[in-house]
Structure formats: C-alpha cells, structure tokens
C-alpha cells in the first residue's frame, strides 16, 4: 500500500510540475526595433535624397549598414526595420542626424 501510494505521488508531482511549465508563458520581446524618418523642409527631395545609416561607432570607417533614398513617392518617409537595438548615424545630404533604436518598438524621428 505504501509504495501506491508513493507513485501515486510520483505522478500527481509529475502531473503539476508539466502543467506549471507549460502555463507560464512569457510575451516574448522582439530582439530588435526600427526606425521611421521623415524629412520635412529644407531636405524635402524634389525627386530624391540619398541616405546612409551606420553603427555609431563605425561611421567612420565601416561601409553602411543600410542605404536608400527618401522621394515624393514614399511622402519623405522611411522606415528601417530589423535593427539591433543602439545608437547609429544616419548621413542625409553630407549631414550626420543620430539616432537610437529601441527593442521592440519603432522610434519616429523627423528632420530637421
């Protein structure tokens, strides 16, 4: 009768301790954020404006991490997505604008 009840148990600790990993979920954050700049006059392209985004650290001496271009067509608006989370420099026209992407969220930024 003991050992019954031993594995008896065995399994109802077994039985709560799967239900216990499986109910505890957590809402995973997303590794990643992006970015969403516009341009508002005086850079509001008459066609397009080339741009460049690099690591803070690297602008200087690193390709770009992400190139394009702003134009009437996208309302002078791009977005960035998949970025890791950081400090970067985005080049618009020979300016340097710094920028910061958070986890998760898409930061907004206009210029100038």
């Known amino acids: 009768m003991k050992q019954f009840w031993l594995k008896k148990k065995r399994g109802l600790l077994l039985f709560f301790l799967i239900m216990s990993l499986g109910a505890c979920k957590k809402d995973e954050v997303k ?31 690193t390709p770009p991490l992400r190139t394009g271009t702003f134009t009437t067509a996208n309302s002078n608006t791009v977005t960035i997505d998949n ?30």
């Open 31 to 61: 590794a990643t954020g992006s970015l969403q700049v516009t341009l508002a006059y005086p850079f509001q392209p008459a066609t397009s404006i080339y741009y460049e985004l690099y690591s803070e650290t690297g602008y200087k001496n």
């Open 83 to 112: 970025l890791n989370p950081g400090n970067y420099v985005m080049v618009i026209n020979a300016n340097l604008f710094s920028l910061q992407v958070t986890a998760g969220r898409q930061r907004a930024y206009k210029f100038p």
